[in-house]
């Protein structure tokens, strides 16, 4: 029976960037490993209500840079930057080093995997029904753009006995085209019937010539804190 490759990581290097960009030696590598882990961890459970679609790590000399692209910057930022401050003195606790942050504003979250499946997930745990949820989900992203998009639901769907699986798809979603700009992403709803899985594949184009800027959907970043800190001190 053929499996399904996860569309992120068989684009990486090709069409999609890492989500942690350095290098370590063998001593030092599981431990920034594992720091990454934590930041991560931490910043999604801190801005759960921001949207947060991804967080890419980078590991300047003897320093963090952590860049957050939200559809919500303003709950990240906070009044005058205090939000965005506390979060920058917790993540340098937490690695060691001196950290920046930078928040980055989405331009189109209806075309973001994972927060389309966080919407899914959480209109299935205020008993939506799961076809409307899909159907719903799946129109908006077609009608800001994506060329395709297709949302999969598993377990115990309209509290049935027998766990089954249900999707549904708009559009072309080309999974073995490499140059295909596909978004993907799962989340899971916790039901009183138990736990159902969501996925979420969203096409929003070919990417030619290895130029990921053309299908960009970031704007450049909205604040940073290293610029704010600097600001500070020199009053």
Do not use: C
């Not at 309209?158 to 993907?184: K, M, N, Q, S």
């Amino acid at each position: 029976m053929g499996q399904k490759t996860h569309p992120n990581g068989l684009r990486l290097g090709i069409v999609k960037i890492w989500n942690s960009i350095w290098f370590a030696n063998t001593k030092d590598y599981a431990n920034y490993l594992y720091s990454d882990f934590k930041v991560r961890q931490f910043l999604n459970k801190k801005l759960i209500k921001a949207s947060v679609s991804k967080i890419i790590i980078e590991r300047p000399s003897k320093s963090i840079r952590i860049n957050i692209y939200t559809a919500r910057p303003g709950i990240v930022i906070g009044k005058k930057g205090e939000d965005v401050e506390k979060l920058r003195k917790i993540v340098s606790k937490i690695t060691g080093v001196p950290a920046q942050i930078n928040i980055t504003e989405i331009r189109k979250p209806e075309l973001e995997a994972k927060l389309i499946a966080n919407i899914i997930s959480s209109q299935l745990e205020k008993r939506v029904m799961f076809r409307r949820a899909m159907k719903r989900a799946v129109q908006n992203a077609m009608r800001l753009g994506a060329k395709g998009v297709k949302v999969e639901v598993s377990g115990r769907l309209g509290g049935t006995e027998i766990a089954r699986t249900e999707w549904y798809r708009e559009g072309r979603v080309p999974l073995h085209t490499l140059r295909a700009d596909i978004d993907f992403s799962i989340s899971e709803a916790n039901t009183t019937y138990g736990i159902i899985g969501v996925k979420v594949w969203i096409f929003r184009g070919e990417i030619l010539k290895n130029s990921l800027k053309e299908t960009s959907i970031f704007t450049k970043p909205i604040i940073n804190s290293y610029r704010m800190q600097h600001k500070k001190r020199r009053k």
